[in-house]
């Protein structure tokens, strides 16, 4: 590591509450203009003063660029690891994390209901590469021992809460089971994001963010991030970022950072709203189920009590009239957007059955065809609530 990008390192670990660190952690005012917020350094290369004369230490942007170290101190920070590394895309942070953990002949144990494009990924790219995975349920810790293959078995994956169903796995509990073994957690803490739930510190290894939605929070950049405590695992990182490339632009990370620093306040509306659907929901003659991990008939409300500070945005619900009603309430709805993807500011609604899950339609990962998903939004909560009356008709 260069004397800047190690002095952004330390001011990942300025003290202070989250909200704190979020807004100052990974940059320090620039000292040649005093810039309170991380310039986009759009270069991607840097004079050397004579050969080898690196100023801060920076060579080549695909290696490091400052407004992309900012924003990886800042996430450091947040999620109270050592490291962070960012990448173009959540997909692109797994894929690097693999290689640089697994070789040919390494098994990974996933999540049965794993995010779509994680599961592919795992089942169409790196299966060919002789990286085996097996399923598993995240709320049963007895089922992710069983799958492991001493040995051989080199991650366990976890997502918490899952999507669309919100099933909660213990972090804790899962990360011994994975230690007994001899493998690492991952925990992809999209969901929750650094702000509910920070699994590095119940034992995870590694955290993944697809950074693309909460984290960024305005639905206007894709990216992605791995945040470690270990500083081998944080070696083999750097290399791997570095020499397979898969790295955010300037102005993307600009972005990202951006949105980073107001996370706890979006996320506290996130989870107001979100309870306050949740409650309409739960009294509407034509739902007959609402999933959402705060509620307490939810299997996994207890764990999720214990290792989130709040609920989270996302909800699901099922509807009497089946296919038909829960396809016409996404399509009548005018303050819910019907789009994929989920964690910015404007509430979306979507059949997961249809779009985001299509793909697992007719798999033992298939979602009932009733089910409705909300990425509940920081609108005013009444015009929430007013839309969703009118669309359940
Ligand atoms: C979106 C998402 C990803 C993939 O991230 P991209 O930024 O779309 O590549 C991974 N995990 C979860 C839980 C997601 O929601």
């Not at 739930?197 to 791995?226: E, N, R, W």
Request: proline share 5%; hydrophobic share 40%; aromatic share 6%.
């Amino acid at each position: 590591m260069t004397d800047q990008q190690q002095s952004s390192h330390r001011e990942g670990h300025l003290k202070g509450g989250f909200e704190t660190r979020a807004i100052h952690a990974g940059y320090e005012p620039d000292p040649t203009t005093g810039a309170v917020i991380a310039p986009i350094y759009a270069t991607s290369t840097y004079k050397q003063d004579g050969v080898g004369g690196l100023r801060g230490g920076y060579e080549y942007s695909r290696s490091a660029n400052p407004t992309r170290t900012a924003l990886e101190g800042a996430l450091a920070a947040v999620e109270e690891g050592e490291r962070a590394f960012t990448f173009s895309s959540g997909l692109a942070a797994e894929d690097t994390l693999v290689r640089a953990t697994c070789r040919p002949g390494d098994h990974v144990v996933l999540p049965d209901d794993a995010y779509g494009g994680t599961f592919r990924l795992f089942d169409k790219v790196e299966q060919a590469w002789g990286v085996e995975h097996t399923p598993a349920p995240v709320t049963d810790v007895d089922a992710v021992r069983a799958a492991i293959r001493p040995g051989q078995t080199k991650l366990v994956w976890l997502e918490t809460p899952t999507n669309p169903l919100l099933n909660i796995g213990d972090i804790e509990a899962l990360a011994a089971v994975a230690h007994e073994a001899g493998a690492r957690l991952v925990v992809d803490n999209t969901f929750a994001s650094p702000y509910l739930q920070q699994p590095l510190t119940l034992g995870a290894d590694v955290v993944v963010h697809s950074t693309t939605k909460y984290v960024g929070g305005h639905s206007d950049v894709v990216g992605g991030a791995l945040v470690v405590r270990d500083l081998d695992l944080a070696e083999q990182l750097v290399f791997h970022q570095n020499a397979i490339g898969a790295v955010p632009g300037p102005f993307d990370s600009f972005l990202t950072h951006r949105g980073l620093k107001t996370l706890a306040v979006r996320m506290e509306r996130h989870c107001d709203n979100a309870e306050a659907v949740v409650e309409f929901l739960t009294r509407h003659p034509s739902v007959v189920q609402v999933i959402y991990p705060g509620l307490e008939e939810h299997p996994g409300h207890a764990v999720a009590a214990k290792q989130m500070k709040r609920f989270g945005g996302m909800v699901a619900f099922r509807v009497a009239g089946g296919e038909q009603q829960a396809l016409s309430v996404c399509e009548r709805a005018e303050v819910f957007t019907l789009a994929e993807s989920l964690g910015g500011i404007e509430s979306l609604i979507e059949h997961p059955g249809r779009m985001t899950h299509a793909s697992v339609a007719g798999t033992e990962l298939e979602v009932p065809a009733d089910l409705v998903r909300l990425s509940v939004g920081i609108e005013t909560v009444d015009d929430l609530i007013a839309d969703l009356d009118r669309a359940l008709g």
